[in-house]
């Protein structure tokens, strides 16, 4: 894939995630990823985890009968490892976690970013 199809698939991934995002809360590290996905037009129930233990965050969709959460954490090692302890925790406790949209924002920025606090500079500055 050349690199303007790249460009194009993922904003094609955003458009698929403004509507997952209508019925389904997303992951996010931090308050900055929330501001990003927000400059790009998604509206959506995020849920930052910045410092609270993931079980705690586990029980309250369990409490508030979330069945599945879109998970977007960062792509260096915390954010991974991060990514895997809570698919481990969620699906344990029986909460669908969509990782798709992360691995393909992922794919489709060519590994151009770090983190999702970025996604919206990068796709700005490719827009214009």
Not at 15 to 26: F, G, R, S, V
Not at 41 to 55: C, H, R, S
């Amino acid at each position: 894939m050349r690199r303007d199809e790249y460009f194009e698939r993922l904003l094609e991934v955003i458009e698929e995630l403004k509507i997952e995002a209508e019925d389904k809360p997303i992951v996010v590290e931090g308050i900055r990823d929330v501001e990003s996905l927000e400059r790009l037009g998604i509206e959506a129930t995020f849920i930052v985890i910045a410092k609270t233990p993931i079980y705690l965050i586990a029980d309250e969709l369990i409490s508030l009968g979330v069945k599945e959460v879109i998970l977007l954490t960062d792509f260096d090692k915390r954010g991974r490892k991060l990514a895997k302890a809570i698919v481990e925790e969620f699906r344990q406790r029986g909460i669908k976690v969509n990782t798709k949209i992360r691995k393909e924002i992922f794919i489709y920025t060519n590994s151009g970013i770090r983190d999702i606090e970025s996604l919206f500079s990068y796709i700005n500055k490719r827009l214009w």
